[in-house]
Structures are given as C-alpha cells and as structure tokens.
C-alpha cells in the first residue's frame, strides 16, 4: 500500500475562493481523521469518521469548513470562502479501528497558503 | 481543545545525551502514543503504550506511562543529530471510540 495520499501537496488560493483538500486512506482502514496544525494552535482534530460516517466535528472551526467521506476510499475536507487565517498543514490520517490499540498513519499533509 | 500537554516545549542537547519529554492528559485514555515529525513532514509513529502498560521500550526509546497521574515521558538515549524533530503525544480517549487527539509537541534540536 502506498500509505495515506493527500492531494495536493501545496496550494495557494486567494481569500474568498473555496478549496479543497483530499485524501485516500490506506485500504481497510475504518478510521479517517483530519488535523490542522499551524505554529500557534498546534495540531488540531478537526474531524473524524467511522466507517465513512462523521463521529465528532467538534474540532470544525466554522460553518465554512465542511468534511465528506463518500466512500471508504476517499475522503475531502472544503473552506468556502477560504480566509488568511485557514493558512496551515492539513493532515490527514487513518488507523485500522479493528482494536483499540492501534497506531495512525499520516498523509504528508497540504500546506495551505490562504493570501 | 488539546488533550495532551507537552513539556518542554523546546530541548536543545549534545549528541549522545539523553534527552527526556513529558505529556500530560486530562481524561481516561485506552492507550498513548507517541510521534516523531521532521520539518516539512508528515507524522511518523514511533511507540505505543497500553493503558495497563507501565514502561515499554523500542530500541533507544524509553517510554514510560502513570495512569494515575495521567502523565507519560518520552526518553530517546544516546542521542543523534538525526534525531533532531519535533515529539508528539496523542491519546487515543477511552470514551471517545478511538478519536486520537495531540499535545502540543516539544521540538528537539540535537547539536553534532
């Protein structure tokens, strides 16, 4: 397997545009989770599913931030209208679930630049 | 909100010192884990802890885990420039299915 793919690697876009981030888990894995790590916040969970379903957006920061999952082997997270202050990596990572003792994989991330 | 709290936030050694990182956590946790990340990059896993698990070793790696002080460290002995990287830990929450929520890190700068 080639591990966790997120596409793209880097993206700039200017404030107001919508964008959106992707991601193809590890095949089997029924976890997918989606992190923002900037220098102030650190790394933030902002979203997680099960299954292809969304267990706790509690992390979402804004109605403008939205996360799908429409099958097990895709997964996108979009900002509209994007904002200078979304500029940060976004990860996202996956884990088997099929026991609580399990370790996350991460994608190498995109880093956003929001101007 | 961060479930783990890392110190120190910073840690600058000579090669081949020891170099010791710790975590706090605030709630029931079913297991913590810890990672290595490299400027730039993606997280890498480098060692998980049980939550009925008291010490666990991987090669020069030491982590140690305190229930009932919801605290773990993190110890990397003899260490390599290589080893230069920021050090996360995450706690997969008891209560919570899984979720994997991450301290704040502490960067680690190993001097040749």
């Known amino acids: 397997d080639a591990g966790v793919i997120q596409s793209p690697r880097h993206e700039v876009t200017e404030m107001g545009q919508e964008v959106t981030l992707r991601c193809k888990p590890i095949s089997g894995h029924d976890y997918l989770f989606w992190y923002r790590q900037t220098m102030m916040r650190g790394l933030e969970l902002l979203i997680y599913f099960n299954n292809n379903v969304p267990i706790d957006d509690s992390g979402m920061p804004e109605d403008r931030f939205s996360a799908k999952m429409p099958n097990a082997s895709f997964s996108t997270l979009k900002i509209q209208p994007s904002e200078p202050r979304d500029s940060a990596v976004y990860f996202c990572?996956?884990?088997?679930?099929?026991?609580?003792?399990?370790?996350?994989?991460f994608g190498q991330g995109t880093r956003l630049t929001v101007v | 909100s961060q479930q783990g709290e890392e110190d120190p936030q910073a840690l600058s050694i000579q090669e081949g010192e020891n170099a010791t990182m710790n975590c706090s956590y605030k709630t029931s946790i079913n297991n913590l884990q810890w990672y290595r990340q490299n400027s730039g990059r993606g997280l890498v896993h480098l060692i998980l802890?049980?939550?009925?698990?008291r010490e666990k070793h991987s090669g020069r790696l030491r982590v140690t885990l305190d229930t009932s002080k919801k605290s773990s460290s993190l110890l990397i002995t003899a260490s390599r420039a290589a080893d230069t990287a920021s050090y996360f830990c995450?706690?997969?929450?008891?209560?919570?299915?899984?979720?994997?929520?991450f301290g704040g890190g502490t960067r680690v700068l190993v001097k040749p």
């Open positions: 990572a996956t884990h088997p679930g099929q026991g609580v003792n399990t370790e996350a994989f």
């Open positions: 995450a706690t997969d929450e008891a209560a919570a299915g899984n979720k994997l929520t």
């Open positions: 802890i049980r939550s009925n698990e």
